[in-house]
């Protein structure tokens, strides 16, 4: 990473946490994306950790965080498991950083008061009132082994596949990360972010955001969505977005789900920015 990255734990709550620290100055958290981890980050931590103390968490069942049981612990669990993990540690007011799933945690964080002063959403789920036909098919367990054992099988090559296929219309050239995200599901059986997404699609668990809930974000809030994002539809976040008090959207033309990897020179510039600082 070229920075120096300190690794700690914590216990809060019954839930032992696990995340890394880099750099001095005011405190972005970042909040990773389905059952990803800590190190799709490792880019932006480099850059933001010049100005600011950067946390990038392994979410609760996630990496060497604790195991939880994502088809007994709710969304909204989740969310309080954060909460608590700021509060404890008293991160807050913090910037938030969150991508996929760990978007939706933050904006659901930015209705708790108090606790945070900036949010940036990449690819947020929360906005559509369902998923898209393709995932709605992962509530079926059968379907979800099928494509983790024989689709999308154990291998560099078919997390690579995994990656593009279900999330982009682009390629994901950053090896590190292909590498990272294989050996960490290789670590944890069961852990695939496929599998994550049956029990939050089977639980039919409400996680869109109301209009009045939006109206109630007072913090400034910065979105960044892909044109071409199977999971996310960028045509419904106008209207959507018009809600926030202090809202900016940006679209990346040529970017699916993982844009900070699509576009990351301009994914930089665009949150550095929004910050108040330049590259």
Not at 4 to 32: C, D, N, Q, W
Not at 65 to 84: C, G, K, L, P, R
Not at 159 to 176: G, I, K
Request: hydrophobic fraction near 45%; proline fraction near 4%.
């Amino acid at each position: 990473m070229g920075i120096k990255v300190e690794e700690r734990f914590v216990a809060i709550e019954g839930i032992t946490f696990h995340y890394v620290m880099a750099g001095s100055g005011p405190r972005v958290l970042l909040l990773h994306g389905s059952t990803v981890g800590w190190g799709q980050w490792y880019r932006t931590m480099a850059i933001l950790a010049e100005k600011y103390q950067v946390i990038a968490l392994d979410l609760p069942g996630v990496g060497r965080s604790s195991v939880i049981d994502f088809a007994t612990v709710s969304s909204e669990q989740i969310v309080n498991y954060v909460a608590s993990f700021i509060t404890a540690l008293e991160f807050g007011p913090c910037i938030v950083i969150g991508h996929s799933f760990g978007a939706w945690i933050a904006l659901r964080l930015a209705l708790k008061k108090a606790i945070i002063s900036r949010l940036i959403l990449i690819s947020p789920l929360g906005f559509a009132d369902s998923f898209p036909w393709q995932q709605k098919l992962l509530r079926y367990k059968l379907f979800v082994r099928f494509l983790t054992t024989v689709v999308f099988r154990s291998s560099i090559e078919h997390t690579r596949r995994f990656l593009e296929d279900p999330l982009e219309n682009t390629a994901v050239s950053d090896q590190t990360f292909i590498r990272y995200v294989h050996e960490y599901w290789q670590e944890r059986p069961g852990s695939h972010a496929l599998w994550f997404m049956h029990e939050l699609i089977r639980r039919g668990e409400p996680i869109q955001f109301s209009s009045t809930e939006l109206k109630s974000v007072s913090v400034p809030c910065l979105v960044l969505s892909g044109e071409k994002d199977l999971l996310v539809d960028f045509k419904i976040l106008p209207e959507r977005l018009s809600h926030l008090q202090k809202g900016e959207w940006q679209l990346y033309s040529n970017a699916g789900h993982l844009l900070f990897w699509d576009d990351a020179k301009r994914f930089h510039n665009d949150i550095v920015n929004f910050l108040g600082g330049t590259l």
